[in-house]
T-cell receptor, first 115, second 111 residues
Framework: NAGVMQNPRHLVRRRGQEARLRCSPMKGHSHVYWYRQLPEEGLKFMVYLQKENIIDESGMPKERFSAEFPKEGPSILRIQQVVRGDSAAYFC?????????????FGPGTRLLVL | DAKTTQPPSMDCAEGRAANLPCNHSTISGNEYVYWYRQIHSQGPQYIIHGLKNNETNEMASLIITEDRKSSTLILPHATLRDTAVYYCIVKDGGATNKLIFGTGTLLAVQP
């Protein structure tokens, strides 16, 4: 049973380019969460999505960041016009449901480096 | 902000039990205590969770005090591979489901 998959594992972008990070949840999971970990810091929640719906985006920066989880295919975290401060590890997690004691399982992360 | 307080670091001898404490004095009735660990910038790994009762699985045991204001994660026989940052997280049992990570405890298992 495959776990949460993220690709690419490493991504290098120049300032002003776009970054697209992909997350495939575990089989049977329809809830996806994105977290960001800046260098030497803890993980910070960004956004929570169900299929075709954004449920909680309270941790998303107001500009340049967007997320989607279409009916078919992986969840995408998109960062437009990247800046050096976007350099971080981005982790995706998934769960089967959102209520009660649903455990989130994390992927290996995407390390974004902005030059 | 995280609702938990953990010591920043701890040492443990290989083969001995590692006991990691966590304070969550403001926990409310429907909030669970979760433990994750992160081994050297890998993705966080789920360990265990509980509400009121003590819990045990193949990885660890979780001891929650009767007033639920603190808990202890126990790794019964620590190995070098258990060196990691351990996060204690209090999570609402409701719909939001987001995890709020604190700074965690860096457990260093010594040979």
């Amino acid at each position: 049973n495959a776990g949460v998959m993220q690709n690419p594992r490493h991504l290098v972008r120049r300032r002003g380019q776009e970054a697209r990070l992909r997350c495939s949840p575990m089989k049977g999971h329809s809830h996806v969460y994105w977290y960001r970990q800046l260098p030497e810091e803890g993980l910070k929640f960004m956004v929570y999505l169900q299929k075709e719906n954004i449920i909680d985006e309270s941790g998303m920066p107001k500009e340049r960041f967007s997320a989607e989880f279409p009916k078919e295919g992986p969840s995408i975290l998109r960062i437009q016009q990247v800046v050096r401060g976007d350099s971080a590890a981005y982790f995706c997690a998934s769960s089967p449901r959102s209520t009660g004691q649903e455990t989130q399982y994390f992927g290996p992360g995407t390390r974004l480096l902005v030059l | 902000d995280a609702k938990t307080t953990q010591p920043p670091s701890m040492d443990c001898a290989e083969g001995r039990a590692a006991n990691l404490p966590c304070n969550h004095s403001t926990i409310s009735g429907n909030e669970y205590v979760y433990w994750y660990r992160q081994i050297h910038s890998q993705g966080p790994q789920y360990i265990i969770h509980g509400l009121k009762n003590n819990e045990t699985n193949e990885m660890a045991s979780l001891i929650i005090t009767e007033d639920r204001k603190s808990s202890t994660l126990i790794l019964p026989h620590a190995t070098l591979r258990d060196t990691a940052v351990y996060y204690c997280i209090v999570k609402d049992g409701g719909a939001t489901n987001k995890l709020i990570f604190g700074t965690g405890t860096l457990l260093a298992v010594q040979p």
